[in-house]
């Protein structure tokens, strides 16, 4: 059976890695196996890793990466996200669906692309077909100082956004928000936080919410405990959980207050509303309105690469 150089993790909470796998074989005709290009290196895929997100199977091994850039044999680059029972893809060939991939332009940077995507499509999505977001309405990033979240500051503007309120720990990275669209800052986990979060964002229309747990109840308290009129729908909507996988919500909060709480992601939204979405991105980050700037790793340094921490606005990239 044929091999290929991939990363593969043994042991959660261990780095992956490099090592040999066998070459993953197309299951039907909607499937076709693509040299890999480029891979992101995405908190999504490192809790992938971990075993710690809820698609994981605890089934070891297993080889990273959640998708990519790849190159068919035609020679056209595609931008894929893999399936959740295929083998991942930070490897040298990785197997495509068809129904989940989409052809990149030509000239287009495919270390670029493959940085973007993944931070970029939880907004992206949750503002175009969870809640779609109306010109001149208001969005609070909750944990904007995140890769995720900074890049939600700058689509909730580009996609209309007339006002956002960013809100994060990181004192550094959340004053930079100011220069790519946020038009209020908030420091959490500060002294009167919550005040400040309420004066802030009282009125907001949509909430994204990347961090869950005790942040996000002292959140929802903090917002609707300053909201002027109740009864206007505040869409929370639900996508990362960096800061705990539960909340207790008082069933008060949901008769006080038109509060809409809603998730994003595998499940929540089709592969076809996923699949649908690519396009429009891909030609943002071609036009270069919305890109992360890649940091280049080859694979076979996948380990020393693994717990490295990144700038505001860049992804690792891995180059097989």
């Known amino acids: 059976m044929p091999t ?49 997100h809820y698609t994981s199977t605890g089934v070891l091994p297993m080889v990273p990466g959640v998708d990519a850039v790849g190159r068919r044999a035609d020679g056209a680059l595609v931008y894929f996200v893999a399936d959740d029972d295929v083998i991942g893809t930070m490897a040298e060939r990785a197997v495509v669906d068809r129904r989940r991939s989409v052809v990149l332009p030509d000239g287009i940077d495919p270390l670029r692309v493959a940085a ?3 931070p970029a499509m939880s907004s992206w999505v949750a503002l175009r077909r969870r809640v779609p977001v109306r010109p001149g309405q208001s969005v609070l990033v909750l944990g904007a100082t995140g890769s995720a979240g900074s890049m939600a500051v700058r689509i909730a503007k580009h996609l209309g956004a007339g006002r956002v309120v960013a809100a994060g720990r990181d004192r550094r990275r959340l004053d930079a928000l100011a220069e790519v669209g946020a038009d209020s800052l908030v420091q959490l986990g500060v002294p009167a ?28 308290r903090a ?6 009129d109740r009864s206007v729908a505040l869409h929370w909507i639900q996508i990362g959980s960096v800061a705990g996988p539960d909340i207790t919500l008082p069933s008060a909060v949901l008769r006080g207050a038109d509060l809409r709480l809603l998730g994003n992601g595998q499940g929540a939204v ?13 030609a943002e980050i071609d036009a270069g309105g919305i890109v ?9 340094e ?7 921490d990144e700038e505001p606005g860049q992804r690792i990239v891995v180059v097989p």
């Open 4 to 52: 290929m150089h991939a990363a593969v993790v043994t042991a959660f909470g261990e780095p992956p890695r490099s090592g040999a796998v066998p070459v993953p074989e197309p299951r039907s005709g909607h499937e076709e196996l693509v040299d890999v290009v480029a891979v992101g290196l995405h908190p999504r895929t490192r809790s992938g890793a971990a075993g710690a």
């Open 116 to 118: 973007t995507m993944n």
């Open 193 to 220: 936080a919550d005040s400040a979060l309420g004066a802030a964002a009282a009125d907001v229309d949509i909430v994204l919410d990347y961090l869950w747990g005790a942040p996000t109840e002292q959140a929802i």
């Open 223 to 228: 917002v609707l405990t300053a909201r002027r």
């Open 270 to 282: 089709s592969p076809a509303g996923y699949l649908a979405e690519l396009p429009s991105l891909v």
């Open 292 to 300: 992360v700037e890649p940091v280049p790793v080859a694979l076979g």
């Open 302 to 308: 996948i380990e020393q690469a693994w717990g490295r």
